[in-house]
């Protein structure tokens, strides 16, 4: 079997736990402080915090802005459920705004018909490992006074490519990169799938000293001074054994990312012309945590892959909205996450893919792609 993803862990990273082990530190300690600082210098942000997994760190990003009862967070319904969960654990009220068909993104032209008065803050998702037009997300936040806080949980490196194009014609047009996690306040997961792992974790991004003080408190029981506690908080640290193994994943991550957008290109040349198959629109800042098609018969296509050893991965079958979790949403409707949703299918891109697998992967979508026609 083909894994969807392999998570990629070396003798760098068994020595270094072992260290810790050894070290009889392995609650929150000097690796995780090491990791958050690593962290920060890595997205460009002064404050990194890291927590025990992304749900956390969207959580507790959520309440270090304060958001609250009452509050209205408008958010995409084509994520994975804890992206909705955490503006409810706040008690607030997530607010959906249809994706682009392209991108998989929230879709930015649809998000200021959205705001109320009750509006906080925006979510914009970096799904797949791929920015959210986050130039048009920051212009309307600043419109509007509108706090962004971005779910990176699938972005490690992700960057958004904006290109200004001079009023003069003899100048060429200027290119600027940003990684996501910098531009409002970002959440990362290290879960085991993740473009790179702690075994399970989470880190906070942001530049806001307030926002970094208030969220270290809030990971730690609402204490900042041991057995003084402020106000009310979580129990949701990282452990030094979790930190030991992502400072070495960090390291590792730019060659991890550069192999993910190697088999993408490789992909996206060798599978372009099958007519059955709509590819993912792809530009040099994806990190491609997923590959992900769209394809007519999707539910056939995954079990034929399957049969073949390729193991395939459908994120999401069933758009946040149509949840039973969020019943109170199944009225509403969003055509375009809901047509993605029948459609997409993701494939293995992750590093250890080997030219086999990959020759082998198309092989066997060129031979459904026929038997579609």
């Known amino acids: 079997m083909i894994p969807i993803a392999k998570p990629w862990l070396g003798e760098e990273e068994k020595k270094a736990v072992l260290q810790v082990l050894d070290s009889g530190m392995l609650a929150q300690g000097k690796k995780v402080a090491e990791l958050e600082k690593a962290f920060a210098e890595f997205i460009g942000v002064k404050h990194a915090i890291a927590t025990s997994n992304g749900t956390t760190a969207l959580h507790a990003a959520l309440l270090a802005h304060n958001i ?3 509050d209205e967070v408008i958010t995409t319904p084509f994520s994975f459920i804890a992206t909705a969960n955490t503006i409810s654990m706040c008690g607030a009220k997530p607010v959906f705004v249809d994706i682009e068909k392209e991108s998989f993104n ?16 925006i979510m914009p998702v970096h799904l797949y490992g791929k920015a959210a037009n986050m130039s ?71 530049n806001e000293d307030i926002v970094a003080a208030k969220a270290r408190k809030i990971i730690a029981h609402g204490s900042e001074k041991r057995y003084y506690h402020d106000h009310l908080g979580y129990n949701y640290r990282m452990t030094d054994i979790a930190a030991a193994i992502g400072l070495e994943q960090l ?22 012309s099958l007519t059955n198959i709509i590819l993912p629109k792809i530009d040099e800042g994806h990190v491609f945590h997923q590959y992900t098609i769209r394809i007519k018969n999707r539910d056939k296509v995954l079990e034929h892959l399957t049969a073949k050893g390729i193991q395939t991965g459908v994120f999401y079958p069933v758009p946040i909205h149509q949840q039973k979790s969020f019943s109170e949403y199944n009225q509403q409707s969003f055509p375009v996450a809901e047509k993605i949703a029948k459609e997409a299918l993701s494939i293995p891109v992750h590093p250890q893919l080997s030219e086999e697998d990959k020759e082998f992967i198309v092989r066997t979508l060129t031979e459904i792609n026929h038997s579609l026609n």
Do not use: W
Not at 106 to 121: H, N, R
């Open 251 to 272: 390291k590792k991550l730019p060659r991890f990312n550069d192999a993910r957008k190697n088999n993408a290109r490789y992909f996206q040349e060798k599978l372009s």
């Open 106 to 121: 929230i879709d930015p032209e649809l998000i200021e018909k959205a705001i109320t008065p009750k509006t906080k803050a």
């Open 68 to 70: 609250s009862t009452g």
């Open 136 to 206: 048009k997300i920051m212009e309307l936040a600043k419109k509007h006074n509108l706090i962004v806080i971005e779910d990176a949980c699938q972005a490690h490196g992700a960057e958004f490519i904006k290109t200004n194009e001079t009023t003069k014609t003899s100048e060429a047009s200027k290119t600027e990169t940003q990684k996501v996690g910098s531009f409002g306040t970002g959440s990362f997961s290290f879960y085991p799938t993740k473009n790179m792992t702690c075994g399970e974790g989470g880190i906070i991004t942001t």
